[in-house]
C-alpha cells in the first residue's frame, strides 16, 4: 500500500463548479498535512497547509480527518486558472522536509 | 523573493556518462534536497542535506551521490546515467527546519538518457 494515496483524475470540471479531491494516508503517526499545486511542467508550490479543525482560504478548503487518515482538497466556483495538478503531501516526522511523502497528484482540468 | 534555481533545464546524456546537476539557493537556508518525478510514482527523495559537507540518504539514493561544499550549493551526481535514471529532477528547499511543510522548489532539470 502507497504511503500517500490520491485518485490520479482526471477530474474534468465546468467552470463554475465545486469540486473535491481526497487523499489517504497510511501513517497513523503523521505530525502535518499539507496540499501542493503543480501547473503543467512547472516546480510544484504550496497551496495550503491542512489543520485540523479545517481550514478556508477563499474558495478552497482542507480538512483533516485523523481518524480515517484522509485529507480533502474542496474548491468551490472553479476558475480556469485551476487547472493543475494537485499534489497531497505528508509530513510522517516531527520536522523537517526529509519527512515530507508526496501523493502522485490529482490532475483537475476546468472546462469552458 | 525565494530563489532556488537549478542549472540546466534540460539534458540529453548517454548511458555511462557522468552527470551533474547543479542547485543554487539564496535564502540562507540549511536544508537542500533532490526529488526525482516520474509518472505514477510521484514525488521521490534521493538525497538530502542539513549542512555544509553533510548528507542523508533519502528513499532512493542508489545509483546516485550528492555533493554539498557551499551552503547554498547542492550538487546531485550521476556516476554512470543509466536509462532507468530518466525523469524529472526538482532541488528543494525549506524555511528553517522544514517543519511548515513549505518547500521551495526550483524550475526542474528533465535528464533524458539514451
Known amino acids: 500500500r502507497k504511503e500517500v494515496e490520491q485518485d490520479p483524475g482526471p477530474f474534468n470540471v465546468p467552470e463554475g463548479a465545486t469540486v473535491a479531491f481526497n487523499c489517504t494516508y497510511s501513517?497513523?503517526?503523521?505530525?502535518?498535512f499539507f496540499w501542493y499545486r503543480q501547473d503543467c511542467r512547472k516546480e510544484p508550490k504550496l497551496l495550503m497547509s491542512?489543520?485540523?479543525s479545517g481550514n478556508e482560504d477563499g474558495r478552497f478548503t482542507a480538512q483533516l480527518n485523523r481518524a480515517s487518515q484522509y485529507i480533502s482538497l474542496l474548491i468551490r466556483d472553479s476558475k480556469l486558472s485551476d487547472s493543475a495538478t494537485y499534489l497531497c503531501?505528508?509530513?510522517?516526522?516531527?520536522?523537517?522536509?526529509?519527512?515530507?511523502?508526496f501523493g502522485t497528484g490529482t490532475q483537475l482540468k476546468v472546462e469552458l | 523573493d525565494v530563489k532556488v534555481t537549478q542549472s540546466s533545464r534540460y539534458l540529453v546524456k548517454r548511458t555511462g556518462e557522468k552527470v551533474f546537476l547543479e542547485c543554487v539557493q539564496d535564502?540562507?537556508?540549511?536544508?537542500m534536497f533532490w526529488y526525482r518525478q516520474d509518472p505514477g510514482l510521484g514525488l521521490r527523495l534521493i538525497y538530502f542535506s542539513y549542512d555544509v559537507k553533510m548528507k542523508e540518504k533519502g528513499d532512493i539514493p542508489e545509483g546516485y551521490s550528492v555533493s554539498r561544499e557551499k551552503k547554498e550549493r547542492f550538487s546531485l551526481i550521476l556516476e554512470s546515467a543509466s536509462t532507468n535514471q530518466t525523469s524529472m529532477y526538482l532541488c528543494?528547499?525549506?524555511?528553517?527546519?522544514?517543519?511548515?511543510?513549505?518547500?521551495?522548489f526550483g524550475e526542474g532539470s528533465r535528464l533524458t538518457v539514451l
Open positions: 501513517n497513523s503517526a503523521s505530525q502535518s
Open positions: 491542512v489543520y485540523s
Open positions: 528543494a528547499s525549506p524555511p528553517g527546519t522544514g517543519a511548515t511543510g513549505e518547500l521551495f
Open positions: 503531501v505528508v509530513n510522517m516526522g516531527t520536522g523537517g522536509g526529509n519527512k515530507l511523502t
Open positions: 535564502m540562507d537556508h540549511e536544508n
